[in-house]
């Protein structure tokens, strides 16, 4: 499984920006993928998690400001970033993982990764 994250950048604080995360069909539409991100210094944490169907987990620091969403026809995960804080810096890295929805969160490990986006709030 390939994937290529984009739209990392600098944005104010209370701010916006939107990741993106290009993959394949199969991957997009029948996998769990999730949204992790690293900050130096600090264990990855997990995001944001969309099963199969379209469950959406998120880790509560982010609730409520950031969106996960994914387009099957585009073979695209998005993470819409809004409201953000100096404390979202970080590297930002898409995964997937073939798991059941019931399995799909923010807390365990995945199969594959992207190579990574940086994203500044400062």
């Known amino acids: 499984v390939q994937l290529v994250e984009s739209g990392g950048g600098s944005a104010q604080p209370g701010g916006s920006l939107r990741l993106s995360c290009a993959a394949d069909t199969y991957t997009v539409s029948t996998y769990c993928m999730a949204w992790f991100r690293q900050a130096p210094g600090k264990q990855r944490e997990g995001v944001a998690a969309i099963a199969r169907r379209g469950g959406e987990t998120y880790v509560g620091s982010v609730a409520g400001r950031f969106t996960i969403s994914k387009d099957n026809a585009d073979k695209t995960l998005y993470l819409q970033m809004n409201s953000l804080r100096p404390e979202d810096t970080a590297m930002y890295y898409c995964?997937?993982?073939?798991?059941?929805?019931?399995?799909?969160?923010?807390?365990?490990?995945?199969?594959?990764w992207g190579q990574g986006t940086q994203v500044t709030v400062s």
């Open positions: 995964a997937a993982d073939p798991r059941p929805s019931w399995l799909c969160s923010t807390t365990s490990d995945y199969g594959s």
